[in-house]
């Protein structure tokens, strides 16, 4: 079995959000690393070159592969901000109904810009998703 390509770095968070280039990304990206902590109470740390991510699980599938990942995080994309909610949305779309403009993933909520969105919601959602996750996994901080 392959090795997970999405694992903890020692790159600065702060060193990465700073480097984000679009303005307004940047502004979206540091007001959503601002949420994830006060929700979360844990320090960021990248996974890959491109993701924040709060807290880890471990898991194992059926197959017998198992691993870590980020328990919750997003990723200022050239395109949209990628909010990772794990283990996705499911018993979600009462929140999703009144989110805003959004696309969703697997696990990914992707928003073009926070004012497109009520972030109270995102809160929301982001609380959610870690209680399912803590439902089915041990999660632990970063």
Known sequence: MA????????VSVAAFLDAVEHPTRKADALALDEMFRRITGWQPKMWGPTIVGYGTYDYTYDS???????????SPRKASQSLYIMPGYQDMQ???????????????????????VDMAVVEEIVRRGLDDLSGKYTVSPS
């Open 3 to 10: 090795d997970a390509k999405t694992v903890p770095t020692e």
């Open 64 to 74: 017998g592969h198992s691993g870590s990942f980020l328990a919750t995080g997003f």
């Open 94 to 116: 009462d929140l999703l109904d009144r989110l805003g403009k959004h696309k969703m993933g697997k696990a990914c909520l992707y928003i073009n810009k926070l004012a497109d």
